[in-house]
């Protein structure tokens, strides 16, 4: 079955083909676009989206554990101060990302990146060992309950 028929030098396409070639065209259109380099900075973005708050709430736990607070105490660490500081790196990083690629020779690329990510984890150390009202009126309830729990030892054991 011939898609397109020649009668009278003419050659005249049916309307599956026509469909067929303007989804063709349109899909290289799109691809010539966007292209393989759209494809990868729309994956880069979304993986970034939907990964930072998932590293930044494990930075702020990781160090409020280590720091000898409790789960309590680091759900609400992630809790006040994850979204200020989500925010700040969706301000961060595309800002670091367009002088990398626009200004920045090829050969310095990666030292700027290394030193951004440094300067980045200088601040997110600093968030992190911030302490709030919050955590402090909980570390002061925590001395008042050891103070009133060695009131309670007896004599004999203190002696130990």
Not at 2 to 13: D, E, G, L, P, Q
Not at 143 to 150: F, G, H, L
């Amino acid at each position: 079955m011939a898609f397109y028929s020649c009668s009278n030098n003419r050659t005249t396409i049916s309307r599956f083909e026509q469909k067929t070639i303007f989804i063709f065209h349109f899909v290289d259109f799109y691809y010539h676009l966007t292209g393989k380099q759209g494809i990868q900075i729309a994956k880069k973005i979304l993986a970034n989206t939907l990964i930072a708050p998932v590293g930044i709430s494990l930075i702020f736990s990781s160090i409020t554990l280590l720091k000898g607070q409790t789960f309590a105490d680091a759900k609400t660490k992630v809790k006040n101060d994850m979204p200020k500081t989500y925010l700040a790196g969706t301000c961060y990083w595309p800002f670091v990302s367009f002088i990398n690629f626009r200004f920045v020779p090829l050969d310095y690329r990666p030292f700027l990146g290394s030193l951004a990510g440094a300067i980045w984890n200088v601040y997110l150390s600093s968030v992190a060992n911030q302490t709030s009202e919050s955590s402090s009126n909980s570390a002061e309830s925590t001395s008042t309950s050891i103070n009133q729990t060695n009131s309670r030892i007896p004599s004999e054991l203190k002696d130990l």
